[in-house]
């Protein structure tokens, strides 16, 4: 049964810094893994999505790595800015169904002016 | 780019009471809809695909006759709480796939907070 598991369950940094938040899960056999972003009591929004051939993708000052092998994603934020806080939720979608994803339990980021 | 609507967006109910979510895809057709729950402070849980024009396939634990799910359309999909109590107070959001999307490509609705007094 695939888990996905997100570290740490809360972040809070200082504007300005870089920061990395984990995502981990117990089965390499993925058909992609994405990343969101979800604001208080609102829906979610597509950061970056990485197919299980992929090692990485950018976006602004967002980067995911993949490590299907670990069973291991990052996400990288660089010059971390108060409109950044947020819960960010990473996602599976298995190989063996293409329709399902499985969710990770998010990390909720809060940046301090 | 694809949009997925969902409404309402907040709903206050009574106990015993039943509430209907729609979730619409407003410039794609979708063949298949998830369902998605999400308690405080939790993930969302997988509840339930919705197929247009055939029964909807839940999730283990879930009750279909509690959680009724009708797709008579390409582009929308309802999703019924039946008879609620105080613990199906959560957040329901639903999610579609544009056709020809590679990969994910599911687009999220905004999601309903659904509270049972």
């Known amino acids: 049964k695939q888990e996905v598991t997100q570290i740490p369950a809360a972040l809070s940094v200082p504007e300005g810094e870089n920061l990395v938040l984990n995502c981990s899960f117990t089965?390499?056999?993925?058909?992609?893994l994405q990343w969101f972003r979800q604001d208080p009591g609102k829906g979610l929004t597509s950061l970056l999505l990485i197919q299980s051939s992929q090692r990485e993708q950018t976006s602004g000052r967002l980067n995911a790595s993949l490590d299907k092998s670990s069973g291991r994603s990052t996400l990288y934020i660089a010059a971390s800015q108060p409109g950044d806080s947020a819960t960010y939720l990473c996602?599976?979608?298995?190989?063996?169904?293409?329709?399902?994803?499985?969710f990770g339990s998010g990390t909720r980021l809060s940046i301090r002016p | 780019g694809a949009v997925v609507s969902q409404h309402p967006s907040r709903v206050i109910c009574k106990s015993g009471t039943s509430v209907k979510i729609e979730c619409r895809s407003l410039?794609?057709?979708?063949?298949?809809m998830f369902w998605y729950r999400q308690f405080p402070k939790q993930s969302l849980m997988l509840m339930a695909t919705?197929?247009?024009?055939?029964?909807?396939?839940?999730e283990q634990g879930v009750e279909k006759d509690k959680f009724l799910i009708n797709h008579a359309s390409l582009t929308l999909s309802t999703l019924t709480v039946t008879s609620a109590h105080p613990e199906d107070s959560s957040f329901y959001i639903c999610s579609a796939r544009p056709p020809g999307q590679g990969g994910f490509g599911y687009t999220f609705g905004s999601g309903t907070r659904l509270t049972v007094v």
């Open positions: 996602a599976v979608q298995l190989q063996s169904s293409a329709s399902k994803i499985i």
């Open positions: 410039d794609f057709q979708a063949t298949t």
């Open positions: 919705s197929n247009e024009g055939s029964k909807a396939t839940y």
């Open positions: 089965d390499s056999a993925i058909y992609n």
